[in-house]
């Protein structure tokens, strides 16, 4: 979990590094479907810029870099923690990187598969910021984390943009499918690591 926390606030830090000023009533929004190679899917934004992607990461930010958006998929190895725990570290690690002092909890929803929450505070400049945490665990080994870092101000402005796409959030792969995955991944791993060992390999030179 420590490791999933510490990518997840790089990626937020990576993609928030912005300053964030923003004025403007509630926007209305284009669309498109962004498909994850983790087996997911979910609308954003189509003038919305992509800053990183691997197996699994993602990160995007607002063509104005007013919103930053990471999300970060956990495919297997977890460690036993629920999604209240989860809830609470993912809190206080993002609050201590982004926010100067105390933060407020706007929103806050869960059950055992899924949390939600929202909170505000003053970042190190004294800025307002909002910042919008979703997990989703679909599956015991599977999970997956979605973090929104926006200004206070920009946050009034795209709320109803942000709620759709978290709530348009989906899973596209069955438990099974999300096994074969994680062996697929892991044999690409090894074979990958067999690669680079035998590259490294000295060539013994031929005596006469």
Not at 49 to 54: A, G, I, P, R, W
Not at 69 to 77: A, F
Not at 105 to 116: A, C, L, P, Q, R
């Amino acid at each position: 979990m420590k490791k999933i926390v510490a990518i997840l606030v790089a990626i937020v830090l990576l993609v928030s590094g912005c300053s964030m000023i923003f004025d403007g009533d509630n926007i209305d929004v284009d669309v498109k479907l962004y498909e994850g190679s983790s087996g997911y899917s979910l609308n954003i934004p189509d003038t919305w810029v992509m800053d990183e992607e691997t197996d699994n990461t993602v990160a995007f930010h607002s063509e104005d870099n007013q919103i930053a958006m990471s999300i970060v998929s956990e495919l297997g190895g977890i460690d036993y923690y629920s999604m209240r725990e989860i809830k609470e570290q993912l809190t206080e690690e993002l609050a201590a990187e982004l926010f100067s002092s105390e933060y407020n909890i706007e929103e806050d929803s869960g059950g055992t598969k899924y949390f939600h929450r929202v909170i505000s505070g003053a970042d190190q400049d004294g800025a307002s910021i909002v910042v919008d945490i979703y997990a989703s665990q679909p599956y015991v080994t599977i999970r997956h984390y979605l973090v929104v870092v926006a200004s206070g101000a920009a946050y009034d402005s795209y709320e109803n943009t942000i709620e759709d796409i978290i709530s348009s959030f989906t899973i596209t792969m069955s438990e099974d499918e999300y096994l074969q995955l994680m062996e697929d991944r892991r044999d690409a791993a090894a074979a990958a690591e067999e690669d680079a060992a035998q590259s490294t390999e000295p060539v013994e030179e031929e005596t006469n």
